[in-house]
């Protein structure tokens, strides 16, 4: 499998660097690691390409609390996905923003 992600900061407008990604399998009762990552110039982690993926659930987390801390924010991101099809590319996108949520 491939897996590319684009993370954008999309309060600059410009890609975000060197932030800290891993990759994350579910098994029966928890997540077992399968490998990370860091985000380059161009925000975006093209050799990310873990060498076994079978058919299963993942999840990809981000470490935006590292790469928002400057602004004393913290937290982390996952995105969590089903790979039906292990020998496609997979593109995981993310945008970031620094503006809170507020409840509606």
Known sequence: MTLLTHVLDATSG???????????????????????????????NRNFSPDSVDLAVYQLVFDT??????????????????????????HLPLPLSRSPIRPT
């Open 14 to 44: 410009r890609p975000a660097v060197a932030v800290s990604l891993r990759l994350d399998r579910r098994t029966r009762h928890e997540w077992q690691y399968v490998g990370s990552g860091m985000t380059g110039g161009d925000g975006q």
């Open 65 to 90: 609390g590292a790469y928002f801390s400057p602004a004393g924010l913290s937290g982390d991101v996952a995105i969590v996905f089903e790979v039906t099809q292990p020998h496609r590319q997979h």
